[in-house]
Nanobody, 124 residues
Framework: QVQLVVSGGGLVQAGCSLGLSCAAR????????MGWFRQAPGKEREFMVA????????YYADSVTGRFSISRDNAKNTVFLQMNSLKPEASAVYYC?????????????????WGQGTQVTVSS
């Protein structure tokens, strides 16, 4: 399994932006899809966005389209999540995930590898 290390998170005001990063270690990522999920208290883990390392196809959940974006640094095996115009309801623990299962549904929260969660709190 690939090891994922998440950086970023914290407290921001509503309307502000915040970036997260996820560094992958231990495997080459050519066959992987990398995803970002979040989980608020009492709620299920929610898919936000994913990127296929080979080819760079990107998939967004409707809830974040237009405000969140994903990017990657191939040389550093790192993916980034840029979150703009944050709303208080975006407060949650954010997770990075990776999986190499071919043709897997990107929105399913059963990725094989997970980074440690990072708390994002958006104040109103």
């Amino acid at each position: 399994q690939v090891q994922l290390v998440v950086s970023g998170g914290g407290l921001v005001q509503a309307g502000c932006s915040l970036g997260l990063s996820c560094a992958a270690r231990g495997r080459t990522l050519s066959s992987y899809i990398m995803g970002w999920f979040r989980q608020a208290p009492g709620k299920e883990r929610e898919f936000m966005v994913a990127i296929r390392w080979m080819g760079g196809s990107i998939y967004y959940a409707d809830s974040v389209t237009g405000r969140f974006s994903i990017s990657r640094d191939n040389a550093k095996n790192t993916v980034f999540l840029q979150m703009n115009s944050l709303k208080p309801e975006a407060s949650a623990v954010y997770y990075c995930a990776a999986d190499s299962t071919p043709n897997r549904p990107v929105y399913r929260a059963d990725f094989g590898s997970w980074g440690q969660g990072t708390q994002v709190t958006v104040s109103s």
